[in-house]
């Protein structure tokens, strides 16, 4: 190979554009935004001199999100509330039969990025703020996309992003400094990652962000000496959307492309996404000294390995309109749909009122701007979200929402009226009184409200955490006819919830549930299905206590702000049901560790309702003294268990020695001796949960 097809195969250039004319002259090594031209690009790719396959690459975040009518799932947000790795596995699978059918081989999704600041537009593509659950859940749609192996034709290549430390933002702005040390990301952030890689995912995504003043496309030490060297990464890296660029033009810490180029690849980026300067950046920094061939030569190898591995020089897998009529929004996915969008929802509060009684409610109000919003209820990445730039969207009978689900799934004898009352987006309140009077004639109005693409993804973070336009008034008007309001929460992220909700008869998380998510609350809500989901994500009660999230470092003066409490509204594991369940007997089996041992924690569950459930069992542990400050408590195992009334099951758990473990002053996971608790309930909450002791013995 030339020096120019080496760098070539580094590029991943937007297809957006003449693609033709760069693939011929560049020869690069994958393509994006190309959904409609993939088949004719990879054609064109086995027609240079080399004949290399090109790799197609889109974001599919949640679903084969810029496909029109394709299957469009909950958001990672709302899937993690399922806490279901094999579901959500089953539905990576699906995802990736449908994006392979298209040609698209490469999807970058998950994200594994930690909710921090709730201000953040993209909190609603993580899986929550805790390292574990977020780990487990990206193993298992790691293992859903790739399928049987990266050489099955209906798997793709799946990406771990952003690697690191990307939601770690100042002020919850998008991009900004992360105010991180490396004690700090081997803690919290690295670890998700390397569950990923220990999974077998072959791709990871840098960050958009810097950390202690260096951009992380020029991080050598978590690309090259902790990714690559210590863990063995044999994979590759791909930067963000032309974060290469973005060190000369914005962040300005390289005076020029040459620099820029040799920097990112000397850090350990193997492929550039969009940044068409570095062609000639890398191939003038080559010829300056900045940069060795053999570190071109790295690079070049692993994307030409990786494409090895995938088969795709005997099957480039072009697009196959055939298997796309036959998979893409087929019975089978729709199902799946319902099914994670079911066990996606969480009930938050309840007084009783739900599940709705058919005797009960004979006329039914249903009320707010996103009631009826398909684009709401879908969220970020799909058709029509500001980013993609698209005026498209999906069909809108793709898409049950709020309003349908409720038709639909309410009893015959049921009569239902809708009101939009008011708008998200602007100050659009002259729907308010309508709404007010229509709620004021029915037994009980469905209230859904939460938040719109227009304050929702990459480049959209918030300053508040309020809900935006006519809501408020609209929630007070509504409370004050003393109708009993069940509220629903479409939303990309925990929103601070007015007086007027927290006093209501019952609220229900939905988050943004994806285009059966109406059904699958229209069932909850009638009690057709009993609600099984839990927050993987804290509600706080203000937004200035930001991070609330659970797993707090210990030491503070105090337990409280002068003016309001600490305590979430909603803590992480939170979710009722309409059973209860108690937890006893919990026990340890090796109360005295040792390193080579597995500590088996044990308890019982039972459900003490009427009616058959599922409760998510989880387990955290606790040390109880550390040579550093350590978080309180952290969540290590969970286990979704299905009860009958008046059933009790074992619920057991093995814990490793390493789960036990702390990062050290010097930067080292390691265990230290001492006292352990080891906490077993349905929330985070301390108050909820068993103890248990066990002790790691101090040497003689």
């Known amino acids: 190979m030339t020096i120019e097809e080496k760098i070539g195969q580094m590029m991943m250039p937007s297809g957006r554009g003449d693609f033709a004319a760069t693939i011929r002259e560049r020869t690069p090594g994958a393509m994006l935004n190309i959904l409609e031209n993939a088949g004719s690009a990879v054609k064109l790719s086995l027609q240079t001199r080399l004949g290399i396959p090109l790799l197609i690459a889109e974001d599919c975040i949640h679903g084969h999100s810029f496909w029109r009518d394709a299957t469009i799932f909950p958001s990672q947000l709302a899937m993690a509330c399922s ?45 929550g703020e805790d390292p574990h659950l977020d780990g487990e859940l990206a193993a298992a749609m790691i293992r859903g996309y790739h399928g049987a192996g990266l050489d099955d034709p209906e798997s793709v290549l799946a990406n771990a992003k952003h690697f690191a430390g990307y939601s770690e933002t100042q002020g919850g702005r998008d991009s900004s400094e992360a105010d991180l040390s490396r004690r700090k990301l081997r803690s919290y952030f690295l670890p998700p990652f390397h569950e990923a890689v220990r999974s077998g995912c072959l791709t990871m995504m840098s960050g958009y962000q810097a950390i202690e003043g260096v951009p992380c496309v020029a991080n050598r030490w978590l690309l090259r000496e902790v990714l690559k060297e210590e863990w063995g990464f044999t994979g590759i890296t791909v930067t963000d959307w032309d974060t290469v660029g973005a060190m000369v033009t914005t962040q300005k810490t390289c005076a020029d492309y040459e620099t820029a180029s040799a920097l990112a690849v000397k850090a350990g980026n193997d492929m550039i996404m969009s940044t068409p300067e570095f062609y000639d950046g890398a191939v003038n920094a080559l010829r300056r000294g900045l940069l060795t061939e053999a570190e071109v030569d790295d690079a070049c190898r692993r994307i ?64 707010g701007p996103n009631a009826d919003d398909d684009m709401a209820q879908l969220g970020d990445w799909t058709l029509g979200c ?213 500590v088996q924690v044990r308890v019982d569950v039972t459900n003490t309702g009427g009616k058959a459930g599922a409760e998510v069992v989880q387990a955290y542990v606790s040390d109880e003294v550390t040579s550093v400050t350590w978080v309180a408590k952290e969540l290590k195992a969970f286990q979704r268990v299905h009860l009958e009334p008046g059933e009790t099951r074992p619920v057991e758990f093995c814990l490793p020695f390493e789960a036990f473990s702390l990062v050290d002053a010097e930067g080292r996971r390691v265990v230290e001796r001492g006292r352990f608790q080891v906490l077993v309930g349905g929330t985070s909450r301390s108050a909820d949960l068993l103890r248990a002791d066990c002790v790691f013995p101090v040497e003689n």
Request: with cysteine; hydrophobic share 40%; proline share 5%.
């Open 83 to 127: 806490w279901n790795p094999g579901l959500i596995g089953s539905v990576a699978r699906a995802a990736g039969r449908e994006i392979a059918a298209t040609g698209v081989h490469w999807t970058f999704s998950p994200v594994l990025c930690l909710t921090r600041d709730l201000r953040w537009g993209r909190v609603g593509e993580t899986f």
């Open 304 to 367: 030409l390995r990786l494409k090895f591995s995938m088969g795709l020089f005997e099957n480039p897998r072009l697009p196959d309109a055939a298997r796309q009529r036959e998979v893409i929004a087929c019975r089978d996915h729709r199902e799946k749909n319902l099914e994670i969008a079911r066990q996606s929802v969480v009930l938050l509060q309840n007084d009783g009122i739900l599940p709705l009684r058919e005797d009960g409610v004979l006329r039914l109000a249903v009320i």
């Open 386 to 598: 500001p980013l993609h730039g698209d005026a498209t969207k999906h069909s809108r009978s793709c898409t049950q929402t709020i309003l349908d689900g409720l038709r639909r799934e309410s009893p015959a004898t049921c009569r239902i009226e809708y009101a939009r009352g008011c708008a998200v987006d602007d100050a659009g309140r002259d729907g308010i009184a309508a709404a007010a009077a229509l709620a004021a004639r029915n037994d009980v109005a469905v209230v859904v409200v939460g938040d719109v693409l227009g304050y929702v993804g990459e480049r959209h973070s918030t300053a508040t955490l309020e809900l935006q336009g006519g809501q408020i008034e609209m929630l007070e008007r509504l409370r004050d006819t003393g109708i009993p309001l069940v509220v629903v929460l479409v939303n990309s992220k925990p929103l601070v919830l007015p007086e007027s909700i927290r006093e209501a008869a019952a609220v229900v998380e939905a988050f943004n549930p994806g285009m059966e998510g109406g059904t699958a609350v229209a069932e909850i809500l009638w009690g057709k299905v009993n609600p099984s989901g839990k927050l993987c994500v804290s509600f706080p009660r203000h937004v200035g206590q930001q991070p609330a999230f659970y797993s707090q470092v210990r030491g503070q003066h105090g337990d409280r702000y002068a003016d309001l409490s600490q305590e979430p509204l909603f803590p992480f594991g939170h979710g009722l049901s309409y059973t209860t369940f108690r937890y006893a007997n919990l026990s340890v089996s090796n109360s005295q560790m040792t390193p080579d041992s597995v």
